[in-house]
C-alpha cells in the first residue's frame, strides 16, 4: 500500500495526541488567509457586491409601489394585469442577462462585465423617473415596462460576474464565505427598499431617483477592483495576472522578493488556465456539454433554482405587503415587510458560519423543511380561520420564519454553489446558462402568481408552495453533493467519476495537514493540494483494482 494514503488512513487513531499538540503550535497561514490578503479580498467582493445591492431594490420594488401604482387618483392608474407585467417583466429580461453575461465575462472580464451591468441598471432607473413625463397613460406605462426590462437586464446579469471574481480570487478555506457575500448583497438592497418604501410613501418618482443615485455609486465602486488573476492568464496577460495575484495575496506591487508559494501558485494557475484555453479551442459545444462535470452539474442546478423560485421565496419578496395582507396580517403590511427584509438580512449574516460547521447539505435540509412547514401552516390559517383568532400572531410569524428558513439554504445555497461545481473552462457560460434557467422559472411564477392566486385562493396557492418545498428537499437529501471543504478540482472530479470525498475523509485529511504544517513538513498551501490530489488519485486507483478483482471472481 503507498506509505502516504496509509499515513492518512491512520492518522485519525495513532496520531490524535501529535495531532492536539499540533494544534497548539499555530502553524503559518497559506498568504491568501492572512489577515492583510483576506482584507484585501474582502474590501473588493464588497466593492463588486454594491452593485448586487441595487439589483435587490429593484427585485422589491413592486412591493413598495403597488399602492400608489393602483390609485385611481395617481397619473399612473395601472390595473392588475398591468401590474402583473410591471411585477414580472424583469425577470422576464433576467434570462437575457442571464444568458449574455457568460460571453461578456469570457470575452471582457469580470471587472469589465460589472461595469457594464451598472451602466444598463443606471439606465433602468432613469427610464422609471423620467416616465411620469410622458402625455399618455398608456406611454407611461410602456415605459415603465422599458425601464422594469432593462432593470431585468441588470439583475440577470449581475450575479454571475461577482460570484466568479470572488471564487478565483480566493482560497477555498475561505471562498464560501465571499460568495456568500452576494446574498447579503441581495438581502440589503431588498431591506433598503422596503425602508424607502416605508418612510417614503407613495413617492414612486423619489424612491427611484434615490436608487438611480446609488447606481451611480456602484459604478464607482468597481473602478479600484483588479481583475481577476485566473481570467489575465486565460488571456495571455501574464506580467497584469502576477500583479493582481500579488495584492490579492498581501503583497506589495514593487515587492521583489521571491515567495515560493506564490510562484507555485501562479504557476498552478497559469497551467490550469491554459489547459482551459486548450479545452475551449479543441473542445466542440456538443462536447463540452456531453462532458459528465459539465452536464451533471448543469442538470443539477437547474433542478435547484427550480425549487427554488417554485418554493414561494420569489412571491414572498416581490409582494412582501400584498402577502401579509392575504395572510391576515393586521399590522401595516409595509412594516411586515421590513421586518421581512431584517429578518432576511441578519439570517444571511450567519450564513457563512453556518455552512462552514454544517455543511451546504444539511443547511438546505433544514431550510426546505422548515419552508414546508411554515407554508403548510399559513395554508392551514386560510383553510381553517379559526387557529388565526387564537393565534393572532401566526401569519407574521411563519412568513418571517420562512424567509428564514429560506435564507438557510433553499434561497442561498443554489447562488454560492454555481460558482463552485462548474468547471474554470465553462464556468462562466455555465453559469449563464444556469442563471437564464433558472430565471425564466422566476418570470414564469412571478407572471403567474396573481392569475393562479385569484383562480385557486391564497391559502391552496400556500399549500403548493409547501409541497414543492417538501419536494425539493427530496432533492437535496438525494441529488445535491457536499462541497463544504473539497476543493474546485475535487468538486470538478466528483461529477466526472461520481466518487465522493468523504466528511470523514475530510476530517482524516485535515488533522494530518495541521499536524504536518506545524512540523513543517510543507513550505506552502500548494505542495499540500499536490498531495491531496495524489492521495486522492492513488485512492480512486486502489478502488478501481478491487473492483476489478471483485469482476474478476
Known amino acids: 500500500m503507498n506509505p502516504e494514503l496509509s499515513k492518512i488512513q491512520s492518522s485519525n487513531i495513532a496520531l490524535s495526541p501529535l495531532i492536539t499538540k499540533a494544534l497548539k503550535k499555530k502553524p503559518a497561514k497559506p498568504l491568501g488567509e492572512r489577515k492583510k490578503a483576506v482584507r484585501r479580498q474582502e474590501l473588493m467582493v464588497l466593492l463588486g457586491n454594491a452593485c448586487v445591492v441595487s439589483s435587490g431594490m429593484s427585485v422589491s420594488l413592486p412591493s413598495v409601489s403597488l399602492p400608489q401604482l393602483t390609485s385611481p387618483d395617481d397619473i399612473y392608474q395601472l390595473n392588475t394585469e398591468e401590474i402583473s407585467w410591471f411585477a414580472s417583466i424583469n425577470s422576464m429580461a433576467c434570462p437575457i442577462g442571464g444568458l449574455i453575461v457568460g460571453y461578456l465575462m469570457d470575452r471582457f472580464g469580470r471587472k469589465n462585465t460589472m461595469l457594464l ?160 484555453r486548450a479545452d475551449a479551442a479543441n473542445e466542440s459545444l456538443l462536447q463540452v456539454i456531453r462532458a459528465r462535470e459539465v452536464y451533471k452539474p448543469l442538470i443539477m442546478m437547474i433542478g435547484f433554482f427550480f425549487f427554488q423560485q417554485f418554493s414561494g421565496i420569489v412571491i414572498i419578496i416581490v409582494f412582501a405587503a400584498q402577502i401579509a395582507t392575504s395572510a391576515g396580517v393586521s399590522a401595516d403590511p409595509m412594516l411586515v415587510a421590513v421586518f421581512v427584509g431584517i429578518a432576511r438580512i441578519v439570517t444571511t449574516f450567519f450564513m457563512s458560519a453556518i455552512f462552514e460547521r454544517w455543511g451546504r447539505r444539511p443547511a438546505g435540509m433544514l431550510s426546505a423543511a422548515g419552508m414546508t412547514v411554515c407554508m403548510f401552516l399559513l395554508a392551514a390559517n386560510g383553510w381553517w380561520p379559526v387557529i388565526g383568532e387564537s393565534f393572532a400572531l401566526l401569519p407574521v410569524i411563519c412568513i418571517v420564519l420562512h424567509i428564514i428558513f429560506s435564507t438557510l439554504g433553499l434561497l442561498t445555497l443554489p447562488f454560492l454553489m454555481i460558482s463552485e461545481v462548474f468547471p474554470q473552462r465553462v464556468r462562466g457560460s455555465a453559469n449563464g446558462v444556469t442563471l437564464f434557467v433558472g430565471l425564466t422559472f422566476s418570470f414564469s411564477v412571478v407572471k403567474l402568481y396573481p392569475t393562479i392566486e385569484s383562480l385557486i385562493g391564497t391559502p391552496n396557492s400556500f399549500f403548493g408552495f409547501g409541497f414543492i418545498s417538501l419536494l425539493g428537499l427530496v432533492f437535496i437529501i438525494f441529488v445535491v453533493p457536499e462541497t463544504k471543504g473539497r476543493t474546485l478540482l475535487e468538486i470538478e472530479n466528483y461529477f466526472r467519476t461520481g466518487r465522493r470525498v468523504t466528511n470523514a475523509q475530510v476530517a482524516r485529511r485535515q488533522s494530518q495537514i495541521v499536524m504536518e504544517v506545524a512540523q513543517g513538513v510543507y513550505s506552502s498551501q500548494f505542495e499540500l493540494d499536490e498531495v491531496i490530489m495524489r492521495l486522492s488519485k492513488v485512492h480512486e486507483d486502489c478502488e478501481a483494482n478491487e473492483n476489478e478483482l471483485i469482476s474478476a471472481k
Open 117 to 276: 451591468t451598472n451602466v444598463v441598471g443606471l439606465i433602468g432607473w432613469v427610464l422609471l423617473v423620467t416616465a411620469p413625463y410622458q402625455s399618455a397613460r398608456h406611454a407611461i406605462f410602456l415605459q415603465l415596462l422599458l425601464g422594469r426590462f432593462i432593470s431585468g437586464l441588470m439583475m440577470g446579469a449581475v450575479l454571475s460576474p461577482i460570484g466568479s471574481y470572488s471564487a478565483e480570487i480566493s482560497l477555498p478555506r475561505i471562498r464560501g464565505r465571499l460568495i456568500l457575500g452576494t446574498s447579503i448583497a441581495i438581502a440589503t438592497g431588498i431591506l433598503t427598499m422596503y425602508v424607502l418604501g416605508l418612510i417614503i410613501r407613495n413617492q414612486f418618482q423619489m424612491v427611484c431617483i434615490i436608487s438611480a443615485i446609488y447606481q451611480c455609486v456602484a459604478f464607482c465602486c468597481i473602478l479600484p477592483m483588479p481583475e481577476s488573476p485566473s481570467w489575465l492568464l486565460q488571456k495571455g496577460y501574464a506580467e497584469k495576472a502576477r500583479k493582481s495575484l500579488k495584492y490579492f495575496r498581501g503583497l506589495s506591487e514593487n515587492d521583489n522578493t521571491t515567495y515560493d508559494e506564490f510562484e507555485k501558485e501562479l504557476a498552478l494557475i497559469k497551467k490550469t488556465s491554459e489547459q482551459s
